[in-house]
């Protein structure tokens, strides 16, 4: 039997499993409430991680946070604007967000995330947050159908059982409580691949496109890549198609995966994108990720919350992975305080936030089904109906919970097939 730890003080309001920007972000807006908050990071250090590029509406989460100036002093390059280069390699006018909302919140970053993860638990810690890095959470503890808990093996290799009235799954896509009550759904028309890497000296363009976030099909439309500029004159490039187009059928004859290969052969299907890496240095073999596109089908229990990619993701067509983590973090946080105040710790007290989050998360999943309809063109959408100019750019910016952008969804459907909502 392993030694189980006695913690003098082992009792919390809320204990946050990860360290992410979901996780960080609830335990900084509670912990500043004067609750106790633990927050357990099982890496010790901070970690490469994909999903690098912000959307603007972050901007108003960063301003909860305490960030803004932070974020402003740094040297993450500045995002004005997402591009797209269709399959024929002609590039779109730029979707420069100022040119609808003058606002400073229109100007966002391109993110390295072992850097700004850090950046944001150093702020929890600063508002209060019990930061412990390198614990690692083998379960969450349950009595009847409330959780209560966690039992975690400390940096000492100790094994040790903490209470808490609200436990936070902000466990990526580790999701350790969706999988342990199995309430995930792979969305089955988004079962997608990517592989992705780091280059160093790729091309930029210049001005304010410097840091851009461009989207580029290849000639079949059978997948598109992503090019985000980063710091240290790096760019992240990844290819994205589906599962069985990008990695089922193509293995060598014992079977394996060459996917670095997969990577060069879709890039020599994407002439655009050539000449920015033709001089470049790739910094590290390329990683895979697969069927990233679910959901659970609740956020909320008796005593817990998912927060981020614990709860669901998306697509990374429009880089809503982050602004979705710290929306649902801020939103989490809320609920969470409120519960705290009213000593209830019920599902209903703890998901009321879900139907409005999940309300956002649908309106740029539309837009995800959209990008992948084959014959459906943002430019002849939006040459029959430009009255949607607004609405293409506020979901592009996030802005999705400020803004009814639903308007859109009515031409759209006469011009490709969108889905239904998931709900909850």
């Given at each position: 039997m392993k030694k189980v730890a006695i913690i003098e003080d082992r009792n919390y309001d809320v204990i946050v499993i990860g360290g992410g920007p979901g996780g960080s972000t609830t335990a900084t807006l509670v912990a500043e409430k004067g609750h106790r908050v633990l927050l357990?990071?099982?890496?010790?250090?901070?970690?490469?991680?994909?999903?690098?590029s912000l959307m603007p509406a972050t901007y108003w989460t960063f301003e909860r946070l305490g960030i803004i100036e932070k974020l402003k002093a740094s040297h993450f390059p500045q995002k004005y604007s997402v591009q797209f280069y269709s399959s024929s390699g002609k590039a779109s006018a730029p979707f420069?967000?100022?040119?609808?909302?003058?606002?400073?919140?229109?100007?966002?970053?391109?993110?390295?995330?072992?850097?700004?993860?850090?950046?944001?638990?150093?702020?929890?810690?600063?508002?209060?947050?019990?930061?412990?890095?390198?614990v690692s959470v083998h379960e969450v503890l349950f009595d009847g159908e409330r959780a209560v808990g966690v039992r975690a093996k400390l940096e000492d290799g100790k094994i040790?059982?903490?209470?808490?009235?609200?436990?936070?799954?902000?466990?990526?896509?580790?999701?350790?409580?969706?999988?342990?009550?199995?309430?995930?759904?792979?969305?089955?028309?988004?079962?997608?691949?990517?592989?992705?890497?780091?280059?160093?000296?790729?091309?930029?363009?210049?001005?304010?496109?410097?840091?851009?976030?461009l989207i580029l099909h290849t000639e079949n439309k059978d997948s598109w890549f992503w090019y985000i500029p980063l710091p240290y004159d790096r760019v992240s490039v990844g290819v994205v198609g589906d599962l069985r187009y990008l990695l089922q059928n193509r293995r060598k004859s014992d079977g394996t995966l060459v996917h670095q290969a997969i990577f060069d052969e879709e890039l020599a299907k994407?002439?655009?994108?050539?000449?920015?890496?033709?001089?470049?240095?790739?910094?590290?073999?390329?990683?895979?990720?697969?069927?990233?596109?679910?959901?659970?089908?609740?956020?909320?229990?008796?005593?817990?919350?998912?927060?981020?990619?614990?709860?669901?993701?998306?697509?990374?067509?429009y880089s809503s992975g982050l602004f979705l983590a710290l929306k649902s973090g801020e939103m989490a946080a809320d609920a969470i305080n409120e519960a705290l105040e009213k000593e209830d710790f019920s599902a209903a007290q703890l998901g009321c936030f879900g139907p409005d989050f999940v309300a956002g998360m649908e309106a740029i999943r539309k837009l995800v089904y959209a990008f992948y309809t084959k014959?459906?063109?943002?430019?002849?959408?939006?040459?029959?109906?430009?009255?949607?100019?607004?609405?293409?750019?506020?979901?592009?910016?996030?802005?999705?919970?400020?803004?009814?952008?639903?308007?859109?969804?009515?031409?759209?459907?006469?011009?490709?097939?969108?889905?239904?909502?998931?709900?909850?």
């Open positions: 357990l990071e099982r890496d010790k250090s901070p970690q490469f991680k994909i999903g690098e420069y967000f100022y040119r609808n909302d003058p606002h400073e919140s229109s100007v966002t970053w391109q993110v390295l995330r072992s850097e700004f993860d850090q950046m944001l638990l150093e702020n929890a810690q600063e508002k209060g947050a019990e930061v412990q890095r390198g040790a059982e903490l209470s808490a009235k609200v436990v936070v799954d902000s466990t990526g896509q580790s999701a350790l409580i969706s999988r342990k009550l199995k309430i995930n759904k792979i969305e089955p028309k988004l079962k997608k691949a990517s592989i992705y890497t780091h280059f160093e000296g790729g091309i930029r363009d210049e001005g304010i496109d410097e840091g851009a976030t994407c002439p655009p994108l050539q000449p920015r890496l033709a001089g470049a240095k790739q910094l590290f073999p390329v990683k895979v990720t697969k069927d990233f596109s679910y959901r659970a089908n609740c956020i909320a229990g008796d005593g817990w919350v998912l927060v981020g990619d614990a709860f669901g993701f998306l697509d990374p067509v014959d459906f063109s943002f430019a002849r959408f939006l040459k029959r109906f430009p009255e949607c100019q607004q609405g293409i750019v506020d979901i592009l910016s996030g802005n999705v919970y400020r803004t009814d952008v639903t308007g859109i969804f009515g031409p759209m459907a006469e011009m490709c097939h969108l889905p239904e909502d998931m709900g909850l």
